[in-house]
T-cell receptor, first 113, second 110 residues
Framework: DGGITQSPKYLFRKEGQNVTLSCEQN?????MYWYRQDPGQGLRLIYY???????QKGDIAEGYSVSREKKESFPLTVTSAQKNPTAFYLC????????????FGDGTRLSIL | EDQVTQSPEALRLQEGESSSLNCSYT??????LFWYRQDPGKGPEFLFT???AGEEKEKERLKATLTKKESFLHITAPKPEDSATYLC???????????FGDGTTLTVKP
């Protein structure tokens, strides 16, 4: 059954620590996205990638980094430069051609220790 | 700057009480308007895509409509299982990038 898998479901970060959130898809989609969702708010775009080995900054990229070495995988690193990392992080993918909806994983909730 | 605004922020209905959710957008060259449903602690689930003004899509108790400035999600005779946050998103490209609204949280009481 095709879909998007995010791991871990819960993650805790200590001060000064970088943490990496995993996102894997088996939908054969070209485009992948990372969003941040804060309580009672919509989705804000962090980074997106339309093709392997290429990615673009979204609206709130500061303090985050990504890589896209494989079509199936788009990991997000939350660096120590991100001073307010506590949020719900969502990964999505779409076929990338034409006007297509995005398919989402079930998120990773990141908290500060 | 592209903007999507949803109203109301929260809506409480009795089971069977029909209503509508609003999504206003200012997106130049709209290519598509999406509706998603999000349950607590889960990722959004796709409901509908609308491409042009006048278009309507229906699924069970939900009907989505689109004008040149806004979209409505009509809920007919809702049930408690329809309780969720409903998100709309607009895109003006073929690259998949969308602008999301903040959502409307719907609660349906039995």
């Amino acid at each position: 059954d095709g879909g998007i898998t995010q791991s871990p479901k819960y993650l805790f970060r200590k001060e000064g620590q970088n943490v990496t959130l995993s996102c894997e898809q088996n939908l054969n989609h070209d485009a992948m996205y990372w969003y941040r969702q804060d309580p009672g708010q919509g989705l804000r775009l962090i980074y997106y990638s339309q093709i392997v080995n290429d990615f673009q900054k979204g609206d709130i990229a500061e303090g985050y980094s990504v890589s896209r070495e494989k079509k199936e995988s788009f990991p997000l690193t939350v660096t120590s430069a991100q001073k307010n990392p506590t949020a719900f992080y969502l990964c999505a993918s779409s076929s990338g051609t034409g006007v297509q909806p995005q398919h989402f994983g079930d998120g990773t909730r990141l908290s500060i220790l | 700057e592209d903007q999507v605004t949803q109203s109301p922020e929260a809506l409480r209905l009795q089971e069977g009480e029909s209503s509508s959710l609003n999504c206003s957008y200012t997106v130049s060259g709209l290519r598509g308007l999406f509706w998603y449903r999000q349950d607590p602690g889960k990722g959004p689930e796709f409901l509908f895509t609308l491409y042009s003004a006048g278009e309507e899509k229906e699924k069970e108790r939900l009907k989505a409509t689109l004008t040149k400035k806004e979209s409505f999600l009509h809920i007919t005779a809702p049930k408690p299982e329809d309780s969720a946050t409903y998100l709309c998103a607009a895109t003006n490209t073929n690259a998949g990038k969308s602008t999301f609204g903040d959502g409307t949280t719907l609660t349906v009481k039995p």
